[in-house]
């Protein structure tokens, strides 16, 4: 049987662990070529080679999402290698936590800056290849699929403008999704709840101990229950458009 995206490609941002670096194994094990975004060039090398042991086929592009130069540069590079790009996925992110009255202005633009701007380079830069894929492409459909959160359905105390961000990106998604239809690109949102992953390593210690406290007890998802979502997405069939979804650990209540 034909992998469901075998002669496609996919560029993944934020490809170099957690999310990111499921949803491009995922991927590739479904026929794609995957191009994988994100700053650490060591750790893109290790998911490329995973991917490449496994028979399938990566190009590390290092790049930061906030420099849309770069990110331009790298959508070049993988259309540059492969022809094409049928599938954009908007994964990296970050989040800071901390009542808006005591935040850190610098957080709130480091939010902003990684959460808006980076899924707005990326998706710029990605779309004029996604139509060109869709037009000739077997499938007859491109993809973009951006990873957002539950925090981008419900707001809650500590974590207004990370909720901004990600209320944010939806709103653009849902533009992009009506603007497109025409041309035959499907814009889907995947919303996570709790995942494991190294997102909070960097906050303060603080602000860990309260997400720890918060999620005590909780059967966290793994990365794979994300990428998951973001496979079913993108290997439906041409006439069907999943364009949210909301995936929790099952005992999440918000």
């Known amino acids: 049987m034909t992998a469901a995206l075998a002669g496609t490609v996919a560029l993944v941002t934020g490809a170099s662990s957690g999310i990111g670096a499921a949803t491009a194994r ?60 049928d599938i954009l996925v908007n994964n990296a992110g970050l989040i800071r936590t901390g009542e808006a009255a005591a935040a850190s202005l610098d957080d709130w633009d480091d939010l902003v800056t990684v959460n808006v701007q980076g899924v707005l380079y990326a998706t710029r830069a990605a779309l004029p290849h996604l139509i060109d894929a869709a037009a000739d492409s077997p499938r007859g459909v491109a993809d973009v699929v951006t990873v957002s959160s539950t925090a981008g359905w419900v707001a809650r105390p500590g974590t207004a403008v990370y909720s901004l961000t990600k209320f944010g990106v939806n709103a653009f998604n849902e533009g992009l999704r009506q603007e497109l239809i025409g041309s035959r690109v499907r814009v889907g949102v995947v919303g996570p709840g709790t995942v494991d992953t190294e997102i909070n390593d960097h906050l303060p210690a603080e602000s860990r101990a309260a997400i720890e406290q918060r999620t005590a007890g909780m059967v966290k998802l793994r990365p794979e229950d994300v990428a998951d979502a973001v496979t079913y997405m993108v290997t439906r069939d041409r006439r069907v458009a999943v364009n949210h979804m909301l995936v929790r650990a099952a005992e999440q209540t918000w």
């Open 26 to 85: 995922m991927l590739a094990a479904q026929g794609a070529a995957v191009a994988l975004l994100a700053r650490r060039a060591d750790r893109l090398a290790e998911v490329a080679a995973a991917i490449e042991a496994d028979g399938g086929s990566a190009l590390p592009v290092p790049a930061d999402v906030s420099d849309k130069e770069q990110v331009t540069a790298a959508v070049a590079a993988a259309v540059s290698r492969w022809g094409r790009l």
